[in-house]
């Protein structure tokens, strides 16, 4: 079985002088595990399904660097063709053959996407979308969903109040209210919120973002009605629409999420999986709207290190890998495997839970069902005993994210014997918490 009592003094030496030299200690919020209230581990490598700390454990990963891993962490064909790529260097800041390749690659996969522009991450693929959504339109408002996230852009970090919609406030000091005044928040699965704030907004709104499966507030999937209304309504209101697929792009579905729920926005976003570990980020979409882009057009928008040769590699050897038949029924095979299992024996110890899957994303959460939006998760889960659980998880070599607001994340290299191993260890956990 997955026991093993975790050694971790290493990590604790290494996070206790990160603290003085990082904010918190790290590079990015959430890896620091504050919202479960354990210390986190320091990786000293990852390779398929595994990942490795300074001390030696080894945990299945559930992670897999948020998203992008999903041909298995530092897999053979995709470091072989970054070795050659390293050969003619690491950055050109001129165009490359690479970059046509990899818009290729997404044009030809992701029927809405006409044209792309590459970018070095989520956040500003999401912000340089706003920007193109407001100078095709000629509006100014945009309309996101409660527990949707976009990055760390000025307009994205608005607070979700609990009413079905609220003008925005700043969810961050930093933030000027004139930067989120023009965000307004609807609430997910829920249309009349959405018709409200078309109603009291007519003619103002730009577009709508979202999440097409949510990740960012756990693992919540949208109904068909929710993107046929959504697809709907902007049209009426001659509003662009926008899907997020920074996390389910090439994830639950070589299309993204547009083409497993055969909706098709104006614009998509993408990240994570693109860049196959690499820094990308790329947003894309109708042709007459990405021609509003310089220097093709006058919406500003440019990148030093975008298209960069080292990222188009790994994306471009990610996605040939993903293209392959079978690997969206695999990824769906061995998550529906863990996702049921761990709710069978959540259930069979006697405690609250639900979840689910698409492909190779997957969520579990400690309540009663159903989680359609954000406000459920915040309202009905447990968040202590979810915390027990992370670690547990943790302690019995397992790691999830440390939030019951992320979504999980498998890869082609999960095996049946992964999945085992994962259980075991819930077993053990979930007997005790
Ligand atoms: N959009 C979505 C849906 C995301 O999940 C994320 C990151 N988790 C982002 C945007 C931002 O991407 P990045 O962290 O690469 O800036």
């Known amino acids: 079985v997955a026991s093993q009592s975790l050694k971790t003094s290493e990590s604790q030496r290494v996070l206790k002088e990160a603290a003085d030299l990082m904010p918190g200690g790290v590079s990015s919020p959430v890896r620091a595990f504050k ?3 354990g210390n986190a581990v320091v990786f000293d490598s990852v390779k398929g399904s595994k990942a490795y700390d300074i001390d030696g454990n080894e945990y299945v990963d559930y992670i897999g660097s948020w ?3 999903i041909v298995g962490a530092a897999n053979e064909e995709v470091n072989a063709a970054l070795a050659e790529a390293l050969k003619k260097g690491t950055s050109f800041g001129a165009p490359s053959v690479l970059e046509n390749e990899l818009a290729k690659l997404v044009i030809d996969a992701v029927p ?4 792309v522009r590459f970018v070095n991450s989520g956040t500003e693929a999401c912000m340089s979308v706003v920007r193109v959504m407001r100078a095709f339109t000629e509006r100014q408002k945009i309309l996101k969903f409660s527990g949707c996230y976009h990055g760390h852009a000025d307009m994205y970090l608005v607070q979700a109040g609990s009413g079905v919609l609220t003008l925005g406030l700043p969810d961050s000091p930093g933030v000027p209210k004139a930067s989120t005044e023009t965000t307004l928040v609807a609430k997910y699965n829920d249309l009349d919120s959405v018709r409200s704030v078309f109603e009291q907004n007519k003619g103002e709104i730009a577009g709508v973002i979202l999440e097409p499966v949510v990740g960012n507030s756990g693992f919540i999937p949208p109904t068909q009605e929710f993107l046929t209304g959504l697809r709907e309504i902007t049209e009426q209101e001659g509003a662009l629409l926008c899907f ?3 996390m389910t792009g090439f994830r639950i579905a070589y299309s993204g999420a547009q083409g497993y729920f055969g909706i098709k926005p104006d614009l998509s976003t993408f990240g994570k999986v693109i860049g196959g570990g690499l ?3 790329a947003y894309g979409g109708r042709k007459d709207i990405m021609s509003l882009v310089a220097p093709a057009g006058p919406v500003y928008q440019a990148g030093t290190l975008s298209g960069n040769p080292l990222a188009m590699t ?15 029924e695999y990824l769906d095979k061995i998550t529906g495997r863990l996702i049921n299992g761990l709710l069978e024996i959540g259930k069979e110890y006697g405690h609250a839970v639900c979840g689910g899957h698409i492909s190779g994303m997957w969520g579990l959460f400690f309540c009663e069902e159903p989680v359609t939006c954000f406000e459920d998760v915040k309202e009905k889960c447990d968040f202590d005993k979810f915390a027990r659980y992370h670690r547990g998880m943790l302690e019995n070599g397992i790691y ?3 939030s019951q607001y992320e979504a999980g994340f498998t890869s082609l290299q999960h095996t049946e014997a992964d999945i085992d191993r994962t259980l075991a260890a819930a077993r053990v956990v979930m007997k005790d918490l």
């Not at 809405?112 to 044209?115: A, F, H, K, Q, R």
């Not at 050897?317 to 079978?326: A, C, D, S």
Request: net charge negative; hydrophobic share 40%.
């Open 112 to 115: 809405s996407i006409e044209m």
């Open 314 to 328: 790994a994306g471009i050897k990610t996605l040939e890998i993903m293209k392959r038949p079978g690997s969206y």
């Open 400 to 402: 999830l994210a440390p």
């Open 244 to 246: 997020d697929e920074v």
């Open 67 to 69: 998203g992008p891993a």
């Open 35 to 37: 919202s479960v209230g």
């Open 279 to 281: 820094p990308v980020g």
